[in-house]
């Protein structure tokens, strides 16, 4: 099914329909800079060259050194047709590097096929996850339309690109230029590589590609280089963003927004089923065919956390969405800046026993993109970090929340409702052994300066806020995922 995907996305441009004007396109961008947060889906117009960051509150904590790389959408627009989904817009790939006290920002974009050919026709013509194509895109392949525009990892020498839909792309982490497709194999190449690998603490790869119905389940070395590559049946055909991992096994959500017809936007190929419930299948990382489904109660997601081990049972936590209106919906709102309805996403946590039984906590917590220390990835621990509640005016957080499922306690820190929150990562203190010993990095748009700002935070202390804000020369549009290298 996997290779029908790609015949599906051959055949894209002649199923395009509708068209968005140059009317439209300017239509949509006064709506979206009337709003306060329309920074936060403004274009840019080029890379930008490595520039020092002015030093706003406080100073780099001591032993912090290495770059935060992120990856999110940041060109929708072109005078001749733009994208009409939040996540179709080009992928542009920002560093942001503390070394001795000081932070640094560069960013560029990612070299692909869709962003060349869109560029000579000075129009986005390409099918996405919720744009119609254009009758003009020239589709020979899936990657032809990868955006790179979801989140990165670090494989070896190279900084990898993802995009749910297609091949990683391997760029240059300290210059960022393109190096190209990465093709493990010449019978893989193509082949969709989530935007969410799984990395074991010993830095090993797992990650899935999904098709309709079936899924390739990708194991890497540190390197990136291939050690499998297997085709497994799913039972039924989830819309997957993400998955998660114990030491032990692969551990895949299929929500009830299921694929029932292959059409263009791939957004509305998707039923919302509540009546199925949600399934969890679970595999053994060493044996693919010993596999075991659980059932959840119905929910939507995007993203999970870390799974570990508790006995006998499983355990990971997630930001349960009440359906997939954003994703079918919602992010085209975004987009042309409207306020959405929506319910945001809260953090929950889910129990799979050993009997078979299972339990799911949902908690009062709105919260997306959880993270935690890396070097417990598929291993027990306390903390989810998350981003917090909405601004009071419009669809992003503002704030950044670490929740102790031991003592059942959120501490938050808001940055206030002038900030658009990105997602933050963690950052283990050298010499350090405890979970929260480290600190929390990540950016924000502040809306009234008009500026990206870097932000530093104890982790064991979140509530006192940044000990140390960098704030660049431009405002950036939010980001997806991100990854820190230490130096």
């Given amino acids: 099914m996997i290779a029908t995907r790609r015949n599906f996305l051959l055949g894209a441009a002649a199923l395009s329909a509708a068209v968005i004007t140059p009317e439209t396109v300017r239509a949509m961008t006064a709506m979206r800079t009337a709003t306060d947060w329309g920074l936060a889906t403004a274009d840019v117009e ?141 019978d893989l190449r193509g082949m969709p590589f989530l935007a969410h690998p ?27 280089a291939l050690e499998a590559a297997t085709l497994i049946d799913l039972p039924r055909a989830s819309y997957l963003h993400d998955f998660t991992a114990t030491a032990r096994h692969l551990v895949i959500v299929l929500q009830p927004w299921v694929r029932a017809r292959m059409t263009l936007p791939f957004a509305e190929g998707f039923d919302w089923r509540p009546e199925e419930g949600t399934q969890v299948l679970v595999i053994d990382k060493d044996d693919l065919t010993k596999r075991r489904v659980f059932e959840l109660p119905a929910f939507g997601f995007f993203h999970l956390g870390d799974a570990w081990s508790d006995g006998g049972d499983i355990r990971f936590d997630l930001c349960a969405h009440r359906d997939m209106d954003f994703a079918a919906r919602g992010a085209t709102e975004v987009l042309n800046g409207v306020q959405m309805n929506n319910d945001p996403a809260r953090l929950a946590m889910a129990q799979l026993r050993a009997d078979g039984s299972t339990d799911f906590q949902l908690t009062d917590h709105i919260a997306e993109f959880p993270r935690s220390d890396p070097r417990r990835a598929g291993l027990p621990r306390r903390f989810t970090l998350h981003t917090a509640q909405e601004t009071h005016d419009g669809p992003f957080a503002s704030a950044i929340g670490l929740t102790d499922w031991s003592a059942g306690r959120t501490r938050v820190f808001d940055f206030g409702a002038d900030h658009v929150m990105d997602e933050m990562v963690f950052v283990p203190r050298p010499g350090g052994t405890a979970e929260n010993d480290g600190w929390l990095v990540g950016p924000t748009i502040n809306l009234a300066a008009r500026a990206t700002e870097l932000h530093v935070l104890d982790a064991a202390r979140i509530e006192d806020g940044p000990l140390a804000t960098w704030r660049a020369d431009a405002a950036l549009p939010v980001s997806f995922h991100g990854i820190w290298h230490g130096a």
């Fill in 198 to 224: 799984r990395l074991e603490p010993d830095g090993r790869i797992w990650n899935l590609g999904v098709g309709q119905g079936q899924a390739m389940v990708w194991r890497l070395s540190p390197t990136g």
């Fill in 46 to 186: 080029g890379d930008i060259a490595p520039a020092a960051m002015r030093l706003i509150r406080g100073r780099a904590p001591l032993g912090l050194e290495g770059a935060l790389y992120r990856n999110g959408p940041a060109k929708f627009c072109r005078p001749g047709r733009s994208a009409s989904h939040w996540f179709d817009g080009d992928g542009l790939v920002r560093r942001f590097r503390i070394r001795d006290g000081k932070a640094e920002l560069a960013a560029r974009f990612v070299d692909t096929p869709k962003r060349r050919q869109e560029t000579r026709l000075d129009a986005m013509v390409m099918p996405g996850f919720g744009s119609v194509g254009d009758p003009r895109a020239e589709i020979g392949s899936p990657d032809d339309a990868n955006a790179a525009n979801t989140s990165v990892m670090m494989a070896g020498d190279a900084l990898w690109a993802l995009w749910e839909g297609g091949s990683a792309v391997a760029m240059d982490p300290e210059t960022l230029e393109t190096r190209g497709m990465v093709t493990q194999r010449p």
